[in-house]
C-alpha cells in the first residue's frame, strides 16, 4: 500500500465545481471532468501507481476513481477532493473489490502512512 500526498486541489476541479451543480457523483459527466480528476491524480499525487496494492496504472482506462469513503455512505464528501483516488481496474482486489466497505479502521492511504501498519522484509520475504 502506498501514502497519497494530495496536491491543492486543481483549479479546473474547482472551475467544475462553480460552473455546474452536482447533487451526486452522478452529475460529474461534463467537459470529460472524470477523464481529467483520473489524469491529474494519477499523473501529479500517485505517480501512475495503484496506492492498494502498488500496481502501475498505464492509462487512465486501467484506473477508475475511488471514493475512500464510499458514496452510498458518505453522500456529503462524493467531491471531497481529499477523498478521491485513482485506483487500478482488478475485480478482486482495490477499489472495485473495496466497494462500499469502510470502517474506522480502514488505513486510509491520504490520511495514514501504510508503512507504519505493514512490513515486509524484501530480502527474507518475511512480513
Ligand atoms: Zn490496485
Known sequence: ??????????????????KHTHKSWKDYNKDDIRNKIK??????????????CEKRIYTNDDGHIEHIKPRDFYPKEFQDYNNILVSCNEKNSCGIYKKNNYDDKFINPVIDNPNDYFY?????GER
Open 1 to 18: 500500500m502506498l501514502k497519497v500526498n494530495k496536491e491543492q486541489e486543481p483549479d479546473f476541479l474547482l472551475d467544475y465545481k462553480k
Open 39 to 52: 489524469e491529474n491524480i494519477l499523473l501529479v499525487e500517485q505517480e501512475e501507481y495503484c496506492p492498494y
Open 120 to 124: 515486509y522484509s524484501i530480502a527474507s
